[in-house]
């Protein structure tokens, strides 16, 4: 048996960025980074309509790409958003932190009555300013992250927000919109996941396609 498929990982990848950009409307997003920013989220779910839920503060996805190339850390809230990091388009071999998995974090959640989720990004706080954050599953470590801002924790260079699901995704997705001077890129609504959040990281941090 024989199928007529395309074979070549860069010929797949360039097919569907031109189909994205034929299909989407991306007209209000500035060229370069913000442009590439949002084919890159709707190639990681396959929904062309998404664009129209893109809210992405002004300046944010240039300040994320300038924190990335001058070596910020990057915070994630789940593995799965570490993991599809694609380590070689980083330009300063920035590290991918993921504190979920921190032995201090179970005892933790379990005495403040938190999730594991909420608890793993108190321990960002010391590396937060300037940092790239990246938030693709619980609702709860992006609110969290505001909690910490408003007790004066630092602003991250650029916070991308793209929690998934039917409790508090949407909810704490308009708070971070709402909150003061937030460099946000959101995926508004119940829509979002770790593999939007990878790819957000992976789009800013390199020009190459
Ligand atoms: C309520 C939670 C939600 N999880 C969702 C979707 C997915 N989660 C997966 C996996 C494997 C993990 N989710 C945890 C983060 C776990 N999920 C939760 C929590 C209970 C609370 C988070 C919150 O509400 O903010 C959370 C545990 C916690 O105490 O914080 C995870 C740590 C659970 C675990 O396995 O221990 C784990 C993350 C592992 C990692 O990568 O580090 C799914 C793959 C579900 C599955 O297994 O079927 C899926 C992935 C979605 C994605 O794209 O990331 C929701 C839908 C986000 C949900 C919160 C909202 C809701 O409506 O319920």
Known sequence: MSYDYIREGDAIYNRSFAIIRSEADLKRFAPSVEERLAVRIIHACGMTDVAADLAFAPGAAEAGAAALAAGA????DAQMVAHGVTRARLPANNEVICT???PSVPAQAKARGLTRSAVAADLWRAK???SVVAIGNAPTTLFRLLEML???APMPACIIG???GFVGAAESKDALIQYPNT???VVRGRRGGSAMAAAA???LASAKE
Request: charged residues 15%.
């Open 183 to 185: 460099p946000h890129l």
């Open 150 to 152: 408003d007790e004066g």
């Open 100 to 102: 979920l998995s921190d």
């Open 201 to 203: 990281i992976n789009a």
């Open 128 to 130: 937060l300013g300037g």
């Open 73 to 76: 850390p990057i915070f994630c």
């Open 162 to 164: 793209m929690p998934v």
